[in-house]
């Protein structure tokens, strides 16, 4: 046969083990083969009947091809639409070396301190930046959106309020719409009345705990809201701003005129807007606050050695312990859009950000001086970047003549709206005013408008101008040049380790390839370049990708449609339950608000569900890690006149295919509930099952664990639920943009589509797998789970299995054993570092274990490497176990073992330094080296520093 028409296979790459090392592998667990062995692990009344109907598989070249063709059909237009969204320079140095880079963005979130200094040290310049920028003590690393993190806001700020009676939130008028929308759809469920009024002193009323200001405000205008804050804090009521990043470099930050919370996005420093995102949004707030602050805060201790470290301090996997009690459901966050954000601080540092938001300023000073010239009523007396020009019934030829040009500006009620930002040039200052000067039939003449750069005067009332310095931290005044920015980058990347060094076998988390082909479209301008709130007519590119991937994932799931508005899971579960509740209410019976949760859940479960009003009741789970039936059939019954739902995770959080999975969401129908699917394990069910086969009616999807977004370090993700055709109704709407019914659900993000630019990662996957690929990966990734399972079994006993044996794509190690030594599961986590390896996920779902989860992506080889590494630090645990060395001074409780301890001149250690540091041979020829010892927690915990420590401070402590 001749190779004409051979054509290499994505899936080939995109899998791990070769054709005749699965082989090997399916020998090893003594089957003939995979469909076998899937037969053994997947119960045959779970699986699908057909095969998925997906479009056949492109290679990576023709899926290049054919994605050019669909961005090609978006139009960048130059963006002055504002309204929380501006376009950017993204410093090449950054974008190459942080965005593009996988020794970035492939990073799991830092949990694993020791070997994620460089991102934590990153995460910790951001939080240093917003709380400089906004006038704060202390900011977290990052949420979701400007939208939701204000929601977070306005729920603290309620938790925390002094007057316990107080229920209404008062809100200015002057608020983006989409801020709003979701503000109005996180009130709801906890009893809080959202009140639009103006911000003076007579409506500060009993009732009322917090009031929110947008500053600048929606329109574009700047007040001094000092007076404001001082008689609302006297009133017990406290005072949440939605401050824009760039415009705080100029104006007085609101942490100085008396705001509690601050929140806003980070997008302008250097991150595309990505036709909605992700981007960071960021959260400061006051020392007094720093315990209920929702998300990740990076904190400054110390290692074993006293050195210098950093951890994620208080919230880490808050919502794991305190499950429904928890303060906020917030998970995966936007990590890597934060890091570029601070990255993109210190390259400028304070005199550069400065330049750009004068520049700024003083262009739309120009453009205002200009417009007036030509006899425009421009409205707005205050501003930083944004005018407003009043033009009647000439909005339609203006409209008609930005479009010619290629502008798209902000219309509304007969009003302009023009916002300026990073990119805006004096020669786009003159095409802005060509355009204008067009309409009222006037010549321009462009002498004119360089005669006025020196005659402009002030925008910005006197008591809103900024005096206090910011960015003053060495770390944004060091890095200017591209050589030293460059190395300053890798030097934090090189602290890190990434999927570019080893497999990270974290169960629940899928932390499979990211190709580089996927990733390729993402930093083209034609996703990045577009503002959310486009014309619909220049977005067709993205409509075409948005459709076709709610086909393919609809087909996936076996479920009706899809919507793509949540930013992560826990937003999707977030989603899900309040399109139930929807649901509900729409058959009235919104008295159902009793939700059964497994045991075994993920924290983010009872959170989520928490924050959607209901009561959470825990199911119980049998010796074998399965749902207890009975104790399921039991709660239902119970409580059928109020049940609302089940949230469960299919295959469980204990890597089991349940074989009553069937019957149990049968269980909840009977009972009048809704079944919520936790999607998180979605790999192990592609092309065999779905969620809705099986009989759920709500599932979010993890993009970035199943579909190959990465993680990023923490972030972004993106999280799209898929509903049964009963629930289609009730997906969310937006109030910019419509994109669902007239039942359908307030928003849940503040963009239509979510982190839009990044579904270009998940369509590129299925469309460079095809449903068999799908399929085969699906196959692989249980192949990978029970090979590991198969190899380690006799040195860590395998908590649960399916009826044959079988675990699904991740199984739990059992570890509890060994504290009867004193080894902990934290010191095997520990060791693996000094191996090369990131630890498997810790102590979830049950405490004391690893799960691990291989993925299809990892080679037989990398499977073995890792094995070895377990089944060595095994045999250091049975030495310890034989009382051959102390339980306290031994190499687990070491571990990691940096270069600068292995290379002392001191070593009074009772094992060698080959030993700490080279115990297998693969590591002399690639070896990791943890960058500091083992963090303290607890040190971190007690004395909180959450901003970059000067030297001086550092030097004391
Ligand atoms: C990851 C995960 C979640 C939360 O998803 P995020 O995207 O991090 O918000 C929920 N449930 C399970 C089982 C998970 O593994």
Same mark, same amino acid.
């Given at each position: 046969?001749?190779?004409?028409?051979?054509?290499?296979?994505?899936?080939?790459?995109?899998?791990?083990?070769?054709?005749?090392?699965?082989?090997?592998?399916?020998?090893?667990?003594?089957?003939?083969?995979?469909?076998?062995?899937?037969?053994?692990?997947?119960?045959?009344?779970?699986?699908?009947?057909?095969?998925?109907?997906?479009?056949?598989?492109?290679?990576?070249?023709?899926?290049?091809?054919?994605?050019?063709?669909?961005?090609?059909?978006?139009?960048?237009?130059?963006?002055?639409?504002?309204?929380?969204?501006?376009?950017?320079?993204?410093?090449?140095?950054?974008?190459?070396?942080?965005?593009?880079?996988?020794?970035?963005?492939?990073?799991?979130?830092?949990?694993?301190?020791?070997?994620?200094?460089?991102?934590?040290?990153?995460?910790?310049?951001?939080?240093?930046?917003?709380?400089?920028?906004?006038?704060?003590?202390?900011?977290?690393?990052?949420?979701?959106?400007?939208?939701?993190?204000?929601?977070?806001?306005?729920?603290?700020?309620?938790?925390?309020?002094?007057?316990?009676?107080?229920?209404?939130?008062?809100?200015?008028?002057?608020?983006?719409?989409?801020?709003?929308?979701?503000?109005?759809?996180?009130?709801?469920?906890?009893?809080?009345?959202?009140?639009?009024?103006?911000?003076?002193?007579?409506?500060?009323?009993?009732?009322?705990?917090?009031?929110?200001?947008?500053?600048?405000?929606?329109?574009?205008?700047?007040?001094?809201?000092?007076?404001?804050?001082?008689?609302?804090?006297?009133?017990?009521?406290?005072?949440?701003?939605?401050?824009?990043?760039?415009?705080?470099?100029?104006?007085?930050?609101?942490?100085?005129?008396?705001?509690?919370?601050?929140?806003?996005?980070?997008?302008?420093?250097? %991150?595309?807007?990505?036709?909605?995102?992700?981007?960071?949004?960021?959260?400061?707030?006051?020392?007094?606050?720093?315990?209920?602050?929702?998300?990740?805060?990076?904190?400054?201790?110390?290692?074993a050695s006293g050195n210098y470290a950093l951890r994620m301090a208080l919230q880490t996997r808050e919502q794991h312990i305190r499950r429904d009690k928890a303060s906020s459901n917030i998970c995966t966050a936007q990590a890597l859009l934060a890091i570029m954000a601070s990255f993109y601080a210190v390259y400028h540092g304070p005199?550069?950000?400065?330049?750009?938001?004068?520049?700024?300023?003083?262009?739309?000073?120009?453009?205002?001086?200009?417009?007036?010239?030509? *006899?425009?009523?421009?409205?707005?007396?205050?501003?930083?970047?944004?005018?407003?020009?009043?033009?009647?019934?000439?909005?339609?030829?203006?409209?008609?003549?930005?479009?010619?040009?290629?502008?798209?500006?902000?219309?509304?009620?007969?009003? %302009?709206?023009?916002?300026?930002?990073?990119?805006?040039?004096?020669?786009?200052?003159?095409?802005?005013?060509?355009?204008?000067?067009?309409?009222?039939?006037?010549?321009? /003449?462009? %002498?004119?408008?360089?005669?006025?750069?020196?005659?402009?005067?002030?925008?910005?009332?006197?008591?809103?101008?900024?005096?206090?310095?910011?960015?003053?931290?060495?770390?944004?005044?060091?890095?200017?040049?591209?050589?030293?920015?460059?190395?300053?980058?890798?030097?934090?990347?090189?602290?890190?380790?990434?999927?570019?060094?080893?497999?990270?076998?974290?169960?629940?988390?899928?932390?499979?390839?990211?190709?580089?082909?996927?990733?390729?479209?993402?930093?083209?301008?034609?996703?990045?370049?577009?503002?959310?709130?486009?014309?619909?007519?220049?977005?067709?590119?993205?409509?075409?990708?948005?459709?076709?991937?709610?086909?393919?994932?609809?087909?996936?799931?076996?479920?009706?449609?899809?919507?793509?508005?949540?930013?992560?899971?826990?937003?999707?579960?977030?989603?899900?339950?309040?399109?139930?509740?929807?649901?509900?209410?729409?058959?009235?019976?919104?008295?159902?608000?009793?939700?059964?949760?497994?045991?075994?859940?993920?924290?983010? /479960?009872?959170?989520?569900?928490?924050?959607?009003?209901?009561?959470?009741?825990?199911?119980?789970?049998?010796?074998?890690?399965?749902?207890?039936?009975?104790?399921?059939?039991?709660?239902?019954?119970?409580?059928?006149?109020?049940?609302?739902?089940?949230?469960?995770?299919?295959?469980?959080?204990?890597?089991?295919?349940?074989?009553?999975?069937?019957?149990?969401?049968?269980?909840?129908?009977?009972? *009048?509930?809704?079944?919520?699917?936790?999607?998180?394990?979605?790999?192990?069910?592609?092309?065999?099952?779905?969620?809705?086969?099986?009989?759920?009616?709500?599932?979010?999807?993890?993009?970035?664990?199943?579909?190959?977004?990465?993680?990023?370090?923490?972030?972004?993700?993106?999280?799209?639920?898929?509903?049964?055709?009963?629930?289609?109704?009730?997906?969310?709407?937006?109030?910019?943009?419509?994109?669902?019914?007239?039942?359908?659900?307030?928003?849940?993000?503040?963009?239509?589509?979510?982190?839009?630019?990044?579904?270009?990662?998940?369509?590129?996957?299925?469309?460079?797998?095809?449903?068999?690929?799908?399929?085969?990966?699906?196959?692989?990734?249980?192949?990978?789970?029970?090979?590991?399972?198969?190899?380690?079994?006799?040195?860590?006993?395998?908590?649960?299995?399916?009826?044959?044996?079988?675990?699904?794509?991740?199984?739990?190690?059992?570890?509890?054993?060994?504290?009867?030594?004193?080894?902990?599961?934290?010191?095997?986590?520990?060791?693996?570092?000094?191996?090369?390896?990131?630890?498997?996920?810790?102590?979830?779902?049950?405490?004391?274990?690893?799960?691990?989860?291989?993925?299809?992506?990892?080679?037989?080889?990398?499977?073995?490497?890792?094995?070895?590494?377990?089944?060595?630090?095994?045999?250091?645990?049975?030495?310890?176990?034989?009382?051959?060395?102390?339980?306290?001074?031994?190499?687990?409780?070491?571990?990691?073992?940096?270069?600068?301890?292995?290379?002392?001149?001191?070593?009074?250690?009772?094992?060698?330094?080959?030993?700490?540091?080279?115990?297998?041979?693969?590591?002399?020829?690639?070896?990791?080296?943890?960058?500091?010892?083992?963090?303290?927690?607890?040190?971190?915990?007690?004395?909180?520093?959450?901003?970059?420590?000067?030297?001086?401070?550092?030097?004391?402590?």
């Open positions: 046969m001749s190779n004409v028409f051979y054509q290499e296979k994505f899936q080939d790459r995109h899998n791990g083990p070769r054709a005749e090392e699965a082989q090997e592998m399916l020998s090893y667990l003594g089957v003939q083969s995979l469909d076998q062995l899937i037969e053994q692990a997947v119960p045959s009344q779970i699986r699908l009947k057909k095969s998925l109907a997906l479009p056949k598989a492109l290679s990576e070249k023709a899926y290049l091809a054919k994605i050019q063709r669909i961005a090609d059909k978006n139009k960048v237009f130059k963006s002055y639409i504002g309204q929380g969204y501006y376009d950017v320079t993204v410093p090449a140095v950054i974008q190459r070396n942080v965005l593009e880079n996988p020794g970035w963005y492939t990073q799991y979130t830092p949990y694993q301190a020791e070997i994620a200094q460089g991102r934590l040290q990153a995460l910790l310049n951001f939080q240093t930046a917003i709380s400089d920028l906004t006038g704060l003590e202390i900011a977290n690393a990052s949420l979701l959106d400007e939208a939701t993190a204000a929601a977070e806001a306005m729920f603290m700020l309620y938790s925390a309020r002094k007057n316990k009676t107080a229920n209404v939130f008062l809100v200015t008028p002057n608020i983006y719409p989409q801020t709003l929308d979701v503000l109005q759809t996180r009130a709801v469920p906890f009893g809080v009345e959202i009140r639009v009024a103006d911000l003076e002193e007579a409506n500060l009323t009993e009732d009322i705990f917090a009031a929110l200001i947008q500053y600048p405000a929606a329109d574009g205008t700047i007040t001094d809201y000092a007076a404001f804050s001082e008689a609302a804090h006297d009133k017990n009521i406290t005072i949440c701003a939605i401050a824009d990043l760039m415009s705080v470099a100029l104006l007085t930050p609101p942490g100085e005129w008396g705001a509690d919370v601050v929140v806003g996005n980070s997008q302008r420093f250097g %991150v595309p807007m990505g036709f909605g995102g992700p981007h960071a949004a960021f959260f400061a707030t006051k020392e007094a606050y720093k315990r209920n602050i929702p998300g990740r805060i990076i904190g400054v201790t110390s290692d005199q550069g950000i400065k330049d750009i938001a004068t520049r700024i300023n003083d262009l739309t000073k120009l453009l205002d001086k200009a417009l007036q010239e030509l *006899g425009y009523d421009q409205i707005n007396e205050t501003y930083f970047d944004t005018l407003r020009i009043a033009v009647d019934d000439h909005v339609g030829a203006l409209k008609a003549e930005a479009l010619n040009n290629e502008l798209n500006f902000f219309y509304h009620d007969g009003i %302009v709206g023009i916002s300026l930002d990073e990119t805006t040039t004096f020669e786009d200052i003159e095409t802005i005013v060509k355009v204008f000067a067009k309409i009222k039939g006037k010549s321009w /003449n462009d %002498v004119e408008l360089r005669s006025m750069v020196d005659q402009l005067g002030s925008s910005i009332p006197a008591e809103a101008v900024r005096t206090s310095p910011y960015l003053t931290h060495p770390i944004f005044n060091s890095y200017h040049s591209e050589s030293e920015m460059l190395r300053y980058i890798k030097s934090l990347e090189a602290k890190d380790l990434s999927l570019c060094h080893s497999m990270i076998p974290l169960g629940s988390c899928t932390m499979k390839l990211n190709a580089t082909t996927e990733m390729l479209p993402l930093t083209w301008a034609h996703f990045g370049g577009l503002h959310p709130f486009a014309p619909v007519d220049q977005t067709s590119g993205y409509m075409q990708l948005i459709n076709e991937l709610n086909d393919w994932l609809s087909e996936i799931t076996g479920f009706a449609k899809m919507s793509f508005q949540p930013n992560s899971g826990a937003q999707g579960e977030y989603a899900g339950l309040m399109v139930i509740r929807a649901y509900h209410e729409s058959r009235g019976e919104e008295h159902r608000n009793v939700c059964l949760i497994p045991a075994s859940a993920h924290g983010t /479960n009872p959170a989520s569900a928490s924050m959607a009003g209901l009561k959470v009741v825990v199911v119980k789970c049998d010796a074998y890690g399965n749902i207890d039936v009975a104790d399921l059939r039991a709660k239902a019954e119970e409580h059928a006149a109020n049940l609302n739902s089940l949230m469960v995770t299919y295959p469980s959080t204990h890597g089991v295919f349940e074989e009553s999975i069937i019957e149990i969401c049968e269980i909840i129908h009977q009972n *009048g509930g809704q079944v919520y699917m936790d999607g998180a394990n979605m790999n192990a069910q592609v092309g065999l099952t779905s969620p809705g086969f099986i009989g759920a009616d709500v599932c979010h999807l993890n993009l970035h664990k199943t579909f190959c977004i990465p993680h990023g370090g923490g972030g972004p993700g993106m999280g799209p639920i898929g509903v049964a055709a009963h629930l289609v109704p009730f997906l969310p709407n937006h109030e910019v943009v419509e994109i669902s019914g007239e039942q359908g659900i307030s928003a849940v993000s503040a963009a239509p589509f979510g982190s839009a630019s990044i579904l270009t990662i998940s369509y590129a996957y299925i469309a460079m797998m095809g449903g068999e690929g799908l399929t085969d990966a699906t196959k692989t990734a249980i192949l990978n789970a029970n090979y590991i399972k198969a190899r380690l079994e006799s040195y860590y006993p395998v908590l649960y299995a399916g009826a044959n044996g079988r675990c699904a794509h991740e199984m739990i190690l059992d570890c509890r054993a060994f504290k009867s030594v004193g080894i902990e599961v934290g010191d095997i986590a520990k060791r693996l570092m000094d191996y090369g390896f990131h630890a498997p996920t810790v102590s979830f779902p049950v405490a004391g274990t690893l799960m691990v989860e291989p993925t299809e992506s990892e080679s037989k080889a990398e499977l073995d490497r890792f094995c070895d590494a377990l089944i060595a630090i095994r045999s250091e645990i049975a030495a310890v176990e034989a009382g051959e060395i102390d339980q306290k001074d031994n190499v687990l409780k070491h571990a990691p073992h940096t270069a600068e301890i292995v290379s002392a001149d001191e070593w009074n250690r009772p094992y060698t330094r080959q030993i700490a540091a080279y115990p297998l041979p693969y590591l002399k020829v690639n070896k990791f080296w943890p960058s500091v010892g083992r963090v303290n927690d607890s040190q971190g915990d007690r004395t909180l520093i959450c901003s970059c420590p000067s030297i001086e401070e550092y030097a004391e402590a």
